[in-house]
C-alpha cells in the first residue's frame, strides 16, 4: 500500500522553463511534507518542507504548493537550470511519527538547455 | 561541519552471509534512522534510534537490526543476506528527530550474489 505516490517517473523540462513535479498521498494523519533532491551516488538533500497547516512555502527558485482536500503537494521551480537535474523524492511524516518519513518512488527530472 | 558519513561506500556479499553498515551522524545530533533504496521503490524506512533507543520501526523482516551507541553512532546489520537485499541503504541524522531537513548520508551500495 504506496501511501505516498509519485505518479510520473522522469520529467523534461527545458533550461528557463518552469517544473512541476507532483505528489499525491493518502493518508490524512501525515502533518509534515518534504521535498528531495538527489543525485548519482550521494544521499538526498533536502529541498523545502512544508507544514499541513499551510498552503505554500517558497524558497528561492523553489515553491511548494499543498492541497489538503485533494490530499496532492506539488513542488515548482522556476527558473528551471540543468544543474536541477536530478531524482525529486517527495516524503511525508506522521503526526507524531518523528524521523519516520514515507517517501515516493521518485520523478527523474532533466532540464535540457 | 562534518556531514553525515557512512562506510563502506560499496559492499559485496554472499548468499546467507551477514553485515554491519555503519553511520556517523553530524555532531551534536541524536537522532539516526536508516532507509532502504531499491529501484522503482523509492525509500523504505527501516528504524530510527534516538539516545540509544529504537524509537520507531518500519516493516521489514527481523534479519535487519541496528543499535545506536552512547556518541549517537549507529549500525545497522543484515543476517541471512538474500538477493533482494541488494540496495543503497542510507542513514539520515537529525538533531531529535522533529520536523525540518534531515541529513542524509552517502549511502552504502550493498550488492549480495
Known amino acids: 500500500d504506496q501511501q505516498v505516490k509519485q505518479n510520473s517517473p522522469s520529467l523534461s523540462v527545458q533550461e528557463g522553463r518552469i517544473s512541476i513535479l507532483n505528489c499525491d498521498y493518502t493518508?490524512?494523519?501525515?502533518?509534515?511534507f518534504l521535498w528531495y533532491k538527489k543525485y548519482p551516488a550521494e544521499g538526498p538533500t533536502f529541498l523545502i518542507s512544508?507544514?499541513?497547516?499551510?498552503d505554500k512555502n517558497e524558497d528561492g527558485r523553489f515553491t511548494v504548493f499543498l492541497n489538503k482536500s485533494a490530499k496532492h503537494l506539488s513542488l515548482h521551480i522556476v527558473p528551471s537550470q540543468p544543474g536541477d537535474s536530478a531524482v525529486y523524492f517527495c516524503a511525508a511524516r506522521f503526526s507524531g511519527g518523528y524521523n519516520k518519513l514515507i517517501f515516493g518512488a521518485g520523478t527523474r527530472l532533466a532540464v535540457h538547455p | 561541519k562534518a556531514g553525515v558519513t557512512q562506510t563502506p561506500r560499496y559492499l559485496i556479499k554472499t548468499r546467507g552471509q551477514q553485515v554491519t553498515l555503519s553511520c556517523s551522524p553530524i555532531?551534536?545530533?541524536?537522532?539516526v534512522s536508516w532507509y532502504q533504496q531499491t529501484p522503482g521503490q523509492g525509500l523504505q524506512f527501516l528504524f530510527e534510534y534516538f539516545s540509544e533507543t529504537q524509537r520507531n520501526k518500519g516493516n521489514f523482516p527481523g534479519r535487519f537490526s541496528g543499535r545506536q551507541f552512547s556518541n549517537s553512532r549507529s549500525e545497522m546489520n543484515v543476517s541471512t543476506l538474500e538477493l533482494g537485499d541488494s540496495a543503497l541503504y542510507l542513514c539520515?541524522?537529525?538533531?531529535?528527530?522533529?520536523?525540518?531537513?534531515?541529513?542524509f548520508g552517502s549511502g552504502t551500495r550493498l550488492t549480495v550474489v
Open positions: 512544508i507544514s499541513s497547516i499551510k
Open positions: 539520515a541524522s537529525s538533531l531529535d528527530g522533529g520536523m525540518g531537513g534531515y541529513t
Open positions: 493518508n490524512s494523519m501525515f502533518d509534515y
Open positions: 555532531s551534536g545530533h541524536r537522532s
